[in-house]
């Protein structure tokens, strides 16, 4: 099917809505939760359980996937969809982040950025126009331009630099898919701006004046205090045309992307849920516990005797935590199908408040 | 139900049958391979993913299961079958094997062995009594008594030792047994004698004539020659009574398997299809194959186009082989599964074929 973005329902009291992404590979459920699936896996987990705790899309990292196994492979083997046996949509990311939080010595110039491989030092380029190779090799659903994400706290000069090189790799990337004819791969605008209002403002301007057919907010949750996200957001999305829908990229805890869908966000990306479980932490209402703890040495109660997910319904705190401290895989991977389980029903509650009007 | 064994074919030209243990958590077909589940969890896989491989019947270490959790925990939380989640049949044994091969400073003496943890270095002591009373807490459905293994080669006088001390000890759990009428714990005989074949003679008279409900032959595939091996199981399975089903305990890859069904042995359990898993090598009829190979880097057809388990089902080599050097827990997780899937076709082919009088 087309691509195409549909609002059911709005909160009176707030900017939150639900909506329907509809992508080539099905649709989107909104506000939804995608769990990140960095090197064609969702870590711990098989395509199988990732369906089973009722994801709708996954994010796939371009760095990455570019990296390792490449995208002339991925492409080879029929696109990354086929590769790892997941027909539901998915989002890539551009790759920015990546480069500048995980290469080493990137040097950026206006054509784009070089960085050194954090695998195995090897030296790389990315500009605008071939991060979009990348992704259209990959045959992502939705797709992110090359944007510059600076660190926080930020100079100013040097964060307003970064919103100018980001429109103007914005314009590149849009003209790209046009003359290219580019269908089946939607692209995305990136908002930047760090925590200056002004420069997040003049960032949505000029992005939402390209006309994208979704947006995604970058740069927050890089450790700014969560008020000072919420404040860079909600001038955002005043200025984001409300028939798009907003990614607001790598966010967060529960708190940060209950938040987040007050102020309009739609699309969410983290993680909180996969690396936790990794390193023994489940998450509930109450945020985050570790299973290590030796209250849950004879606790044979789930973790969350609400949650309907396939470790809470077979197994108890007491395993579990048995499993971790035995260093068995199988205790990651039940934490991870718990708390990913927790954020799409998180969702899910979310999305029915929202239409109920009790949000 | 009751423990039963019957034989349901025999092979005309070898000592091959097929049958069926019948326990208080179901039914086993043998000849049948045993999944470890040395810790409470089959390594990489969650209880589903065993049930789904096909599995009848796991093995459980109770040297390990001591240590942690400790067979008080399991016991409070209601066996280790509720403990773990797995409602068919579980096998344990006796710890013996473990404290010879990976526990340190053990002592041996006519009451027991006296060892140090491999995990703490706290000292613990092995009576057979005392090995029967942590299978009984644990619940499982075939228990084995405390035997003493020697290591390959063993000098004779050492080998002797250990055989005469192992028929002592059957006996002492033999007599536990009745005193305490446990009913829902079959407790099998364990025949010692290394490579030598007049103990071997000698030990598998001294424990037939105890008359127990099922037989375990130890003490082989420790290093010797598999001609030694087969030689050593054809002389202890003309002695051992029909009626009872054999397991050769810690056997082995495929040709060490369909060898020893030829003569007579019923049920194996061994580390390599789950560890070979872990370490990146899928098993074929071929033998075994790594997945890091560079020959599999653009290989898009599944390890075994042949093989109904998930991962061939779903995936391809190149993608799981991107997975392994990405060191994603998910390609161990999808090896384990084909491999454990492997030994269990196999077994179900053996059965067909003997019962068809084809083996």
């Known amino acids: 099917m087309d691509y195409k973005f549909e609002i059911t329902a709005k909160s009176k009291k707030t900017k939150a809505r639900v909506g329907k992404v509809y992508t080539p590979h099905g649709i989107i459920n909104t506000p939804a939760f995608m769990p990140i699936g960095t090197l064609g896996t969702v870590k711990a987990m ?60 990137r040097k950026i110039s206006e054509e784009g950025v070089e960085f050194t491989s954090h695998i195995d030092g090897t030296k790389h380029f990315f500009s605008p126009e071939k991060v979009l190779e990348i992704q259209t090799a990959l045959g992502s659903d939705i797709m992110m331009p090359l944007d510059e994400c600076v660190a926080y706290p930020a100079k100013k000069q040097e964060a307003e630099e970064a919103v100018e090189r980001t429109s103007r ?56 205090p969560q008020a000072e996200m919420f404040e860079m957001l909600d001038l955002v999305t005043d200025i984001l045309p409300d028939k798009a829908p907003r990614h607001l990229m790598g966010v967060g805890y529960a708190s940060d992307i ?11 990306d983290c993680v909180i849920p996969t690396r936790l479980a990794r390193h023994g932490s489940f998450l509930t209402y109450e945020g985050k516990t570790s299973i290590r703890l030796n209250i849950f040495e004879k606790d044979f109660t789930p973790i969350d005797p609400e949650c309907d997910c396939y470790a809470c319904k077979n197994f108890t705190k007491a395993y579990i935590r048995h499993l971790f401290w035995a260093r068995e895989i199988t205790a990651m991977h039940l934490l991870t199908v718990h708390n990913l389980r927790f954020f799409m029903r998180l969702m899910d509650k979310v999305r029915l408040q929202i239409a109920a009007g009790e949000f």
Request: glycine content about 12%.
């Open 46 to 105: 098989t395509m199988r359980d990732v369906a089973e705790i009722g994801a709708e899309i996954i994010l796939g990292n371009t760095y990455h996937l570019y990296l390792r196994p490449g995208p002339e492979l991925i492409k080879e083997a029929g696109g990354l969809h086929k590769f790892i046996g997941w027909n539901k949509p998915i989002l890539t990311d551009s790759g920015g982040f990546q480069v500048f939080s995980l290469a080493h010595m």
């Open 169 to 224: 790799w914005a314009k590149r990337s849009k003209l790209k898919i046009k003359n290219e004819k580019l269908k089946m791969n939607e692209l995305f605008g990136i908002v930047q701006g760090s925590t200056y209002k002004d420069l997040r403002k003049r960032s949505a301007e000029e992005i939402a004046a390209l006309d994208f057919p979704g947006y995604a907010i970058g740069g927050l949750s890089v450790g700014e």
């Open 258 to 268: 209950l938040g987040a869908i007050k102020l309009g966000a739609d699309l969410f």
